[in-house]
């Protein structure tokens, strides 16, 4: 009788192939229930070794240009579940539990518009001469080595090494469905981080800007000053570019590195400042410097690369910018 029914149940799966999609490398003599359900689709790819078992109320889904290969001698009991939208591949000799249920894909979901009909794939393998107990779950990206054994109820992702066991503990967790966030980008200017008042205030906003929807980044003339090391470690700090050091550098100093634009730019900034305050009757402050040599210097500027949604130029700094 044993033969009889095997030899039935290969005709009635050579039937289901000549009528499903895909394509089909499947050993003649099988013993599949007829209460198995098959769904292949187009250039879908379904190859089953010799001798695989699987007991009655199992459902197999191959989509489009998708690949599920089983290795000899592998045992399904009943209520399996492999759904495969990418590829699905499960060595020899191995045995499954009642239903376990095995996907490589996942439907995409947000907030605003719940569960959509769309999905992220990825590949699943499962070694040779594994044991998945009763109720497994695996879940997409998977790749399980070797002669494991996973122990019932358990929900596996990740690399499992070769010649593992694994079990689970029963907790149930609970967390709310979070949208990602698009995180604002904040630019932050400062000439240096030597011990002022502005300094001490900058580390303050700094601080006060530790949130997940808040990216800060800190550009600074000179990475140099006492309050260096107090600027807090989300902040991230952009590389120093030279040219950007001469606002405050002696120009002598600059005429010795060789800076010879930017230490005449400089001059002639000062020269400007002399004559205008003269003729307006104004003080002149180390600021009101920075803001002459800041307009005639930054046509020299290299540009701050990146996208902000807000740029501060502390300390009363000015900044020719381009709006990004």
Not at 57 to 82: D, P
Not at 97 to 103: E, F, L, Q, T
Not at 214 to 237: Q, T
Request: hydrophobic fraction near 40%; aromatic fraction near 12%; charged fraction near 20%.
């Amino acid at each position: 009788m044993e033969y009889i029914k095997v030899i039935y149940y290969s005709i009635i799966l050579w039937l289901k192939k000549i009528m499903k999609k895909g394509n089909w490398d499947v050993s003649f003599i099988q013993d599949i229930h007829p209460f198995v359900k098959i769904t292949t689709n187009t250039n879908s790819f379904f190859k089953l070794a010799k001798h695989v078992i699987i007991e009655r109320y199992g459902n197999i889904f191959i989509g489009k240009n998708a690949i599920l290969e089983i290795g000899k001698n592998t045992y399904f009991n009943q209520g399996m579940v492999i759904s495969c939208q990418k590829e699905v591949k499960i060595g020899e000799g191995c045995l499954f539990g009642p239903s376990v249920k095995i996907y490589d894909n996942n439907h995409k979901f947000s907030k605003n518009m719940g569960v959509l009909y769309k999905f992220k794939a990825e590949s699943i393998s499962i070694g040779d001469h594994c044991w998945i107990a009763s109720n497994v779950v695996i879940l997409k990206g998977t790749h399980i080595g070797k002669n494991c054994v996973i122990g019932a109820n358990c929900v596996i992702s990740g690399n499992i090494p070769d010649y593992t066991i694994v079990r689970q503990k029963d907790n149930l967790i609970i967390e709310e469905m979070r949208e990602k966030l698009m995180k604002k980008k904040i630019l932050v200017i400062m000439p240096s981080m030597f011990i002022g008042g502005a300094e001490r205030s900058l580390i303050g906003l700094l601080d006060s800007l530790h949130r997940e929807d808040i990216e800060v980044s800190l550009f600074l003339f000179r990475h140099e000053g006492e309050l260096m090391s107090h600027i807090p470690a989300h902040v991230n700090i952009l590389p120093q570019v030279n040219q950007y050091t001469t606002f405050d550098r002696p120009i002598v100093d600059l005429l010795k590195s060789k800076l010879f634009l930017f230490g005449l730019i400089r001059i002639w900034s000062k020269i400007v400042l002399n004559i205008k305050v003269k003729i307006k009757r104004q003080n002149k402050g180390v600021w009101k410097s920075m803001q002459y040599t800041s307009y005639y210097i930054s046509k020299l500027l290299p540009v701050i690369k990146g996208k902000y949604d807000l740029a501060i130029s502390f300390q009363g700094v000015p900044f020719y910018m381009k709006k990004n």
